[in-house]
Every structure is written in structure tokens, then in C-alpha cells.
């Protein structure tokens, strides 16, 4: 098929051997690319129950059929591997000019497997692969002084994807920076990186890629781009970006806040909300191929923190690093931000481990002598940086919070487990779900633990006229976003087109057969993202996992929410069974979770 190379490049480290696996038309047609053949080839090539940091672990950097082509938003890339922080599947995005190279350079992939004698880094130009030392950036560069290097003495084109001190270290929220500022955030697959002696991928790629219909697709990226500049959504998202989320969270009362004990924050008005935020702002930031820049630029002119400049803070790392440390202060958060992208670390989880923290100092459950003489109270700036230091470096506490609240949780014990704001082993992301219950559904069943990325019920539950407080009618809801945007995953597209514009599905559709030359449909593309959101379910069952697994934290189903709209309400934990219960229904799963065996048929799985 067109718009694809047909061949990922393998890259054996122990050995320094490389090799091509051919993609054929039949693995293409059942997978698209992206999320969906990571799924595949994790689930083929991935030995069952080992540890993710084990040489035998697979790490794969993926494209799909759109990238590098004329369809907006094109710009993502896919890292699927194993989780160190849930030991079940991982996939996770960024955006970058890495994806487009890697097809430029005649791969759709490239599979790192085994484990460098020494620091390296790989570095592909076309069909040309070498594995270099990296001896001098390893323990002595940050991911953005590593990029910059790279930059500055090997190749300033094509695409980088580097880890920071938390990927060397084996962190399990460790990421990958790309173009400095864009990060497969989730689930730790800059440790995996780091567990192969590897700081960088760079790819440049001298091609280009053969499509079926390129004056169609210039027809079709110019009605995306009108459909951007009509729209009123689009407008704001430019002009906003995440900054607006936080007070429509906090007027619905799930605004995380002091590791969700409320889902109200008073002073995050006019601080760290789309004004306060605001305020530190300094330009629209864009992706490569998109014409909606979303993200912001910031700057912090004054005060302790003057000088940070960065892409960001997104709403996650306001929420997370903010109202649910206590802290209203868009400089702190943008300081944290640049630390956390500089060391390596996902901003979301490391949120929540300092939060946890916090909350187990304030209740005597944690010391000061525990947590190395840090006064690790709610509101404390300068205890919440150090210890963002400390996880990265594996530094005395630091190395228990690097472990993750999930195993935090275990070693305090005294009921700590209530209150550890996790599924899975990840760590939640920044909407307490007791004011949207559909939320809960979506962080519990995700298979890579407690993300946010796929559905965003919260979208339609606090509309006017909705009931966010039941569990009624939110399977088919959350199955429905979760299955629009996965399948954007297999693209692989930015899935913010289609939701704030929205460019409708079946644009992309169109895309898909102009750029392949084959008769794609709508409901061919959505059978593929179910076959995907399968096999995930049993790459994770081969690993242990069960229904028990599709959880909540103890606080959101039991403890009511103490203020806000939202007042009084959790979700009964008979109610969220029951949700979850209806979604395994809709997904073709049995009462405890598993694949029936007419689902692994009707897919074509191979198990
Ligand atoms: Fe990047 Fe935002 Fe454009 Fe998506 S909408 S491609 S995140 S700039």
C-alpha cells in the first residue's frame, strides 16, 4: 500500500547488528500503524512476564500511513514498549519532526532490542544506522543540553528523541523529550530507553513518500485548514490552549487539588487559570504540519524562577504540579515544568508522587526524617523542586517517591492505599472523576493505567442538561470518544483537530484512501482500533492482569467530595462495577474482563 515504506528497521543493541522486518498488506490491513501495530508487535515479538527493563524488552519508535504527508497534525509519533511503571502494555505519543524523517528515511519504524555495552546513541540517516558513545552525555547532560549537542555536533535536521538523568536512572515516569520540548510523557518508556544504555534516537531522512492521490490531499488539507480558521473552538484553543481547562475543572468541582482531598482550588482564579496563566505568556508555539498552534510559550520575567522559559505548562502539569501540591502560582508550576522536561520526568506522574507525599507528611504517615528534612507541607515551593530533584537523581526519598504512589502506598501502609491516586501503578491525571463519574470508567479500563488521553468524558458530562453524577449511559460514552480518538492513534493524526474544530472522521477517511490508493471505511478503521483495544487487553492478561485491575482509588469510591458542585458525591463502588461491567459488554469481554473466544475470532487475533 502506498504511504507506507513496508519494512521497520530492527536494531539489535547487544549485538550492534541491524536488520529489516518486511511489513506486509495483511498486517497493514488488520493494524493501520501506530497504536495499532505497536499492539501487534508487542504482543508478538515481547517475551511474556519479564521485567520492562530486561534487554529482551522491545522498544519501539512507530509512524503511521499519515505522517509525513499533507494531512494536519501529522506530527506525532508513537513509543510502544512494556510499562515499567504498570508492567503491562505501553503506548504514548509526542509530537516532532521525528516521525516524518523516520518515513523520509524509508522505515515506518524502528525496534530497538538487547542492551549497548556502553552509553550510546543511535543515530539513522536514510539506511545508514550506527550506534555511537554517548560516553560523554551520560550522568553529565540534561535531555535539553543532550538535544542541543546532538544539534550542534552531529546533525541539526531531522528528528531527536532523548532521555534525561530520570531515563539513565531507570525511573519509572521517566520520558522522552523531542525537540526539546515535547514528551512521550506516560508510563516510562524513557526508562526503557535508559535500560538500553541508549540517551538518543536522531533520524534524518533524504526521501520522500509515494501517495496515491497528492492533489487530493492538497484539496483535502486546504478544507482542514479553512474548517480551522472558521472555527470559534479552534480560535480559543490557539489563543488558550490547555490554560483554559482549569477553570472550567474547578467551576465543576474536579480540579484536583491537595492530592484530591477537594475538587475546588478558590485561588487557582486568576493564577493559574487562562488569565493568570496568561500573564506569563509570551507566543502561540506549533507543531510541525499544523496551521492550530496550541501550545504556549512562556516566560517568567520575575521573581525566584525569572529566566525559566518553555512550551507549556499544559492544563496536566497546572492541575497536577499546582492546585494538587497546593501551590496557585503559575511561575512555581512553569519552573517545575522546565525541571521535570530538562531531568526527564513526566510532569503528571511526578505531580502525583509529591502530592502523595504531602498528604502522608501532613498526616503523620511520613517524617521529616523519612523524607530527608523536607518541610513536605501542602503550599511548600521549595520542598516540591527539591524532591523533583531527588526522584530524577534516585536521591535518598527521592528514590522511594521514584517507585511510584502505587508502591509508596504498600511500604507506609496505615491506609495510605486510600488515597495513592493511581490504576494500574500510573498515576492519575488531573480531573477528580467523584464530579464526572464517566472519568473513573476511563482511568480504570485504559490499558496503559490511569490516562486521560483517549476519552475525556468530563467533555460531555458537565454539559448543561447531563447528570455527571451517575453511572448511567457512561460506557457507551467513554467507549465512543475512546474509540474516535484511538483510532486517530493509528494514524497516526493529532486527535485535538477532530475534537476542538472538529474536522470530522470522515475527512480523515478520505485521507486514508488518497494517500494509500485502497477503499479504506469508517467502520473498517474503528473494527481495527477494537481489534488493537484487544490485543492490548491480552498482552496485559498474558501478563497477570484481570478485571480487578480496572479500578479506583478507595477515595473515589468511597469518600464523598467535602465542597464544590459536586459536594457530598463519590461513586459507590457497586455503581463503578457496574460501569465497568458494561463496558467490558460493549467491548466483546466477559464478566471478569478477558476476550471471549467469538471476539478473538471475529478479530483474527492469534493468541
Ligand atoms: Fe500540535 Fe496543538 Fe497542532 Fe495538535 S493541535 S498538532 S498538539 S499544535
Not at 492521490?213 to 480559543?236: H, I, M, W, Y
Not at 528514590?399 to 486510600?418: P, Q, Y
Request: aromatic share 8%; hydrophobic share 35%; charged share 25%.
Amino acid at each position: 500500500m502506498l504511504g507506507y515504506k513496508g519494512k521497520l528497521l530492527i536494531v539489535n543493541l547487544s549485538d550492534g547488528t541491524t536488520s529489516t522486518r518486511e511489513l506486509d498488506e495483511k498486517l497493514l490491513k488488520l493494524t493501520v500503524g501506530g497504536r495499532g501495530l505497536g499492539a501487534q508487535l508487542m504482543y508478538d515479538m515481547c517475551p511474556p512476564k519479564v521485567d520492562p527493563l530486561d534487554p529482551s524488552v522491545p522498544f519501539m519508535l512507530l509512524t503511521g500511513p499519515m505522517n509525513g504527508t499533507l494531512v494536519m497534525g501529522n506530527c506525532k509519533h508513537l513509543v510502544a514498549t512494556k510499562s515499567p511503571a504498570t508492567g503491562g502494555i505501553l503506548d504514548t505519543y509526542a509530537s516532532g519532526h521525528i516521525s516524518a524523517h523516520l518515513k523520509y528515511a524509508g522505515w515506518d519504524g524502528v525496534i530497538l532490542v538487547g542492551r549497548a555495552s556502553k552509553p550510546s546513541f543511535v543515530q539513522i540517516e536514510d539506511d545508514r544506522v550506527e550506534i555511537r558513545d554517548a560516553s560523554h552525555m551520560w550522568g553529565k547532560m540534561d535531555a535539553f543540553e543532550a538535544e542541543q549537542w546532538l544539534r550542534e555536533n552531529v546533525n541539526e535536521d531531522g528528528g531527536k528523541t532523548v532521555i534525561g538523568p530520570a531515563g539513565e536512572n531507570g525511573v519509572r515516569s521517566a520520558c522522552l523529550n523531542s525537540d526539546f520540548y515535547r514528551q512521550t510523557g506516560r508510563g516510562g518508556a524513557g526508562a526503557v530507553l535508559g535500560s538500553k544504555n541508549v540517551k538518543a534516537i536522531m533520524v534524518n531522512g533524504s526521501g520522500g513518500i509515494a501517495v496515491s492521490d497528492a492533489d487530493g490531499l492538497l484539496k483535502k488539507f486546504e478544507e482542514t485548514l479553512r474548517l480551522v480558521q472558521e472555527s470559534p473552538g479552534a480560535k480559543n484553543w490557539v489563543q488558550y490552549g490547555t490554560f483554559m481547562v482549569t477553570s472550567i475543572a474547578n467551576g465543576a468541582g474536579i480540579l484536583p487539588t491537595r492530592n484530591f482531598q477537594t475538587g475546588v482550588m478558590p485561588e487557582a482564579e486568576g493564577r493559574i487559570d487562562k488569565d493568570g496563566a496568561g500573564k506569563v505568556k509570551i507566543g502561540d508555539h506549533g507543531c510541525p504540519s499544523c496551521m492550530m498552534p496550541c501550545s504556549n510559550f512562556v516566560e517568567i520575567k520575575d521573581g525566584p524562577y525569572a529566566g525559566s522559559r518553555l512550551e507549556g505548562p499544559d492544563y496536566e502539569t497546572i492541575s497536577l504540579l499546582g492546585s494538587n501540591v497546593g501551590i496557585a502560582d503559575p511561575s512555581f508550576v512553569s519552573q517545575a515544568n522546565i525541571m521535570c522536561d530538562r531531568l526527564g520526568l513526566d510532569t503528571m506522574s511526578t505531580g502525583v508522587e509529591i502530592g502523595f507525599a504531602m498528604e502522608c507528611y501532613e498526616r503523620g504517615l511520613l517524617t521529616k526524617e523519612n523524607v530527608d528534612g523536607l518541610d513536605l507541607r501542602f503550599g511548600n515551593q521549595e520542598a516540591a523542586l527539591k524532591l523533583i530533584e531527588k526522584i530524577a537523581h534516585l536521591d535518598g526519598f527521592g528514590a522511594f517517591a521514584a517507585e511510584g504512589v502505587r508502591n509508596m502506598a504498600k511500604k507506609i501502609g496505615k491506609g495510605s492505599e486510600r488515597f495513592a491516586m493511581q490504576v494500574k501503578g500510573l498515576e492519575y491525571p488531573g480531573y477528580d472523576p467523584r464530579g464526572a463519574f464517566g472519568a473513573a470508567l476511563n482511568f480504570g479500563i485504559n490499558p496503559r493505567g490511569a490516562c486521560h488521553r483517549k476519552a475525556w468524558p468530563p467533555s460531555i458530562e458537565i454539559l448543561p442538561g447531563r447528570d455527571p453524577y451517575t453511572v448511567e449511559g457512561k460506557a457507551e460514552i467513554v467507549k465512543g470518544i475512546f474509540d474516535t480518538r484511538a483510532m486517530l492513534n493509528h494514524l497516526i493524526v493529532c486527535d485535538y483537530h477532530s475534537g476542538m474544530v472538529p474536522v470530522p472522521i470522515p475527512l480523515y477517511v478520505e485521507c486514508m484512501k488518497m494517500v494509500t490508493g485502497e477503499e479504506w471505511t469508517q467502520e473498517q478503521l474503528f473494527w481495527v482500533q477494537e481489534r488493537t483495544e484487544t490485543v492490548m487487553r491480552l498482552f496485559n492478561y498474558r501478563e497477570g492482569f484481570t478485571g480487578k485491575d480496572d479500578t479506583a482509588p478507595a477515595r473515589i469510591l468511597e469518600e464523598p467530595l467535602p465542597e464544590g458542585p459536586g459536594e457530598g458525591k463519590f461513586i459507590p463502588r457497586e455503581d463503578f462495577t457496574r460501569m465497568v461491567g458494561e463496558y467490558y459488554a460493549l467491548r466483546g469481554w466477559d464478566e471478569n474482563g478477558a476476550p471471549t473466544a467469538e471476539t478473538v475470532t471475529k478479530y483474527q487475533i492469534k493468541k
